[in-house]
Nanobody, 125 residues
Framework: QVQLVEFGGGLVQAGGSLRLSCAAS??????LGWFRQAPGKEREFVSA????????YYADSVKGRFTLSRDNAKNTVYLEMNSLKPEDTAVYYC????????????????????WGQGTQVTVSP
């Protein structure tokens, strides 16, 4: 059974930090990443890591503030979110893809096959 289990959502003050975790099981994935969706807005890409090569890619809105890492032994990815802004408020979804990106940039737009349940991140001003 394919499973993506998320942890770490919560409420934090602007400028604070939060760490999200996603434990994946049941398959070998080409990429694991994070998307987010705020009320009334479309889902947007946040960050993803190529599992084989270990390289990461970030959306411009979070670049320099968010860091993606992994623990191979635990088959888990982490999203360290620093300098959080109210605009970061959204439901964050862990996602896994079976596809292989031809380029690192394409990891943001390729199809993702499995999704976590989502975790709410709220940043207060």
């Amino acid at each position: 059974q394919v499973q993506l289990v998320e942890f770490g959502g919560g409420l934090v003050q602007a400028g604070g930090s939060l760490r999200l975790s996603c434990a994946a099981s049941g398959r070998t994935f080409s990429a694991l990443g994070w998307f987010r969706q705020a009320p009334g807005k479309e889902r947007e890409f946040v960050s993803a890591i190529n599992w084989r090569g270990g390289s990461s890619y970030y959306a411009d809105s979070v670049k320099g503030r968010f860091t993606l890492s992994r623990d191979n032994a635990k088959n888990t990815v982490y999203l360290e979110m620093n300098s959080l802004k109210p605009e970061d408020t959204a439901v964050y979804y862990c996602a896994a893809s079976l596809r292989f990106a031809a380029s690192l940039r394409s990891i943001a737009t390729m199809k993702y096959d499995y999704w976590g349940q989502g975790t709410q991140v709220t940043v207060s001003p």
